[in-house]
Nanobody
Framework: QVQLVESGGGLVQAGGSLRLSCAAS????????MGWFRQAPGKEREFVAV?????????YYSDSVKGRFVISRDSAKNTVYLQMNVLKPEDTALYYC????????????????????WGQGTQVTVSS
């Protein structure tokens, strides 16, 4: 049974940082591209970042987080991370990690419909 468990969310002031973790079980990270999405109240789930399953492979970011967020993975721990810096109130959302098989392009990696497995989410709240 595949499980993705996010952690690390919380309340932070604008300009601060948080690191989210996504621990995977029942799958091997090297077999999946791993992505982060977020959903604010009343809004659709939106793409944040995706990291290719191949070592040294492609990473894509949404324009809204590019330069501030960094996605990474530790295959030994079967865990994916999202380092979030210079946080803004508009980053407030429930953050989800997801696993995707198959090919990776920006189009497929940024589409929530292309992912096979999802976690339950971790809340990030940024105060102004």
């Amino acid at each position: 049974q595949v499980q993705l468990v996010e952690s690390g969310g919380g309340l932070v002031q604008a300009g601060g940082s948080l690191r989210l973790s996504c621990a995977a079980s029942g799958l091997t990270l090297s077999s999946y591209h791993m992505g982060w999405f977020r959903q604010a109240p009343g809004k659709e789930r939106e793409f944040v970042a995706v990291n290719s399953r191949w070592s040294g492979g492609t990473t894509y970011y949404s324009d809204s987080v590019k330069g501030r967020f960094v996605i990474s993975r530790d295959s030994a721990k079967n865990t994916v991370y999202l380092q979030m810096n210079v946080l803004k109130p508009e980053d407030t959302a429930l953050y989800y990690c997801a696993a995707k098989s198959g090919a990776l392009t920006y189009a497929t990696g940024s589409s929530r419909y292309a992912y096979d497995y999802w976690g339950q989410g971790t809340q990030v709240t940024v105060s102004s």
